[in-house]
């Protein structure tokens, strides 16, 4: 990674940064991976989001076994630099489940804030 604007990436004692990815025309939330310095340079680069497996120690790339790809559209850096906004256009389902996002299951009910 030589672009100066990634310099700000600050990643976390084992090295990973938390990815946030969402869908890019409907803002929908669909999940959260990690990515270490390779894993962001891949998805930056390859347009297609690429992450760091911590259970497997190994990288994966959303869609290669179960055709659910993610495509990259855009992506951000948040103001403390410690995580990240993918947009991606999304085929198929995004959670492991089959379930088009992985936030959609068990509402915790809130109570909501007035103001």
């Known amino acids: 990674m030589t672009d100066t604007r990634l310099e700000r990436v600050q990643f976390n004692r084992e ?4 990815a946030i ?7 929908e939330v669909l ?3 990690w990515m270490d310095a390779e894993a962001l340079r891949r ?3 390859e347009g297609r989001v690429t992450f760091w497996s911590r259970s497997r120690q190994e990288y994966w790339r959303k869609g290669d076994t179960s055709g659910h790809a993610q495509f990259v559209k855009g992506a951000r850096l948040d103001c403390d ?3 990240l906004l993918i947009e991606v256009d999304q085929v198929g389902a995004a959670c492991h489940t089959g379930d088009r996002t992985c936030f959609d299951a ?3 009910s809130p109570t909501v804030g007035v103001g």
């Open 31 to 33: 999940m959260l991976g």
């Open 21 to 27: 990815i969402q869908q890019h025309d409907t803002r």
């Open 15 to 18: 090295g990973l940064i938390p």
């Open 106 to 108: 068990d509402a915790l």
């Open 43 to 45: 998805t930056l680069t």
């Open 81 to 83: 630099g410690d995580t």
